[in-house]
T-cell receptor, first 116, second 113 residues
Framework: SAVISQKPSRDICQRGTSLTIQCQVD?????MFWYRQQPGQSLTLIAT?????????ESGFVIDKFPISRPNLTFSTLTVSNMSPEDSSIYLC?????????????FGSGTRLTVV | GENVEQHPSTLSVQEGDSAVIKCTYS??????FPWYKQELGKRPQLIID?????GEKKDQRIAVTLNKTAKHFSLHITETQPEDSAVYFC????????????FGKGTSLLVTP
């Protein structure tokens, strides 16, 4: 399975500011996914990022709030913009590094964001 | 899109007993069903998965069963140990679709000594 390095692992940010989260994968992957996990909750998909095209956002998430970059097949960033306390959550990236038949979905270690 | 229901939301068992967590899915085209274990403060870790061409898969104390007709799948943990305590998530996917995993809401399992 692919190994993902995600950073920062945690941050405390002032409201109104932005934070960019990075994920670096040790192999080339087509699809990268960004999730949000609020305390005690399940994982909610924010967007799917393909290299060379704009990210596809899920209902309730917009590009202006969560811009995503995917400059190559091993790297992606998620920015949380104009933060408010409601954005406090864990953000995780995920990739599928299997043979293409659905296996090998792995996760980064997560970014614990606290907005004050 | 796929909708995955998971229950129970919490489960408490005594060490040595079995634990069963059940999930149902809505999209009959889904063909890949993984289970993840998430310990507090850690990332979700894949513990077992099953594809739609088999009905059961076992890995030591963990097994998953799939009923395609009823569109449900279950995680079975036997001889539970305190280190099995964690949150477990089921997920469903149409493989090769380019789609992300759709997760259930999770089951918090507590194994008491």
């Amino acid at each position: 399975s692919a190994v993902i390095s995600q950073k920062p692992s945690r941050d405390i940010c002032q409201r109104g500011t932005s934070l960019t989260i990075q994920c670096q994968v040790d192999s080339q992957v087509t699809m990268m996914f960004w999730y949000r996990q609020q305390p005690g909750q399940s994982l909610t998909l924010i967007a799917t990022a393909n290299q060379g095209s704009e990210a596809t956002y899920e209902s309730g998430f917009v590009i202006d709030k969560f811009p995503i970059s995917r400059p190559n097949l091993t790297f992606s960033t998620l920015t949380v913009s104009n933060m408010s306390p409601e954005d406090s959550s864990i953000y995780l990236c995920s990739v599928s590094s299997g043979t293409g038949d659905g296996d090998g979905y792995t996760f980064g270690s997560g970014t614990r964001l606290t907005v004050v | 899109g796929e909708n995955v229901e998971q229950h129970p939301s919490t489960l408490s068992v005594q060490e040595g007993d079995s634990a069963v967590i059940k999930c149902t899915y809505s999209d009959s085209a889904s063909n890949y069903f993984p289970w993840y274990k998430q310990e507090l403060g850690k990332r979700p870790q894949l513990i077992i998965d099953i594809r739609s061409n088999v009905g059961e898969k076992k890995d030591q104390r963990i097994a998953v069963t799939l009923n395609k007709t009823a569109k449900h799948f279950s995680l079975h943990i036997t001889e539970t140990q305190p280190e099995d305590s964690a949150v477990y998530f089921c997920a469903a996917l149409l493989s090769n679709s380019g789609y992300a995993l759709n997760f259930g809401k999770g089951t918090s399992l507590l194994v008491t000594p």
